[in-house]
């Protein structure tokens, strides 16, 4: 998405280094994906877009296959009418959301995530 003010994704972006904690407090999530907790979507998008704001589009996850299951298909005639969508007025999840995140920052932040909760 080129379009003007919104933040560029970061060429080179570095995490946060991790401090560990003496004592565990909280109970280790069972997510398949730590970039986007099973959501589809990067929990935490300030990490690899420049100036991210909170009315910036949601950023798509590309480390799993989550975002293209939940918004990736195009859907059936009988749920357009249910609707009340034309076919041609019809815009997919992932048209309406923010796709620069690459494959290997996705990954990144995944590993990030593993490593925040204690599982890397």
């Known amino acids: 998405m080129g379009e003007s003010g919104m933040g560029r994704a970061f060429e080179g972006f570095k995490l946060p280094r991790l401090e560990r904690p003496d004592r565990v407090v909280w109970e280790t999530p069972r997510w398949r994906c730590y970039c986007c907790h099973d959501t589809g979507v990067v929990q935490?998008?300030?990490?690899?877009?420049?100036?991210?704001?909170?009315?910036?589009?949601?950023?798509?996850?590309?480390?799993c296959s989550i975002a293209i299951e939940k918004w990736g298909r195009e859907p059936t005639e009988e749920e357009l009418a249910r609707l009340g969508v034309k076919r041609s007025e019809w815009?997919?999840?992932?048209?309406?959301?923010?796709?620069?995140?690459?494959?290997?920052m996705c990954r990144a932040l995944d590993a990030w995530g593993r490593e925040c909760w204690g599982r890397y």
């Open 44 to 63: 935490r998008p300030e990490l690899i877009v420049e100036d991210y704001g909170i009315n910036d589009p949601e950023i798509v996850c590309t480390n």
């Open 91 to 104: 815009r997919s999840g992932l048209e309406i959301r923010d796709t620069r995140a690459t494959v290997e």
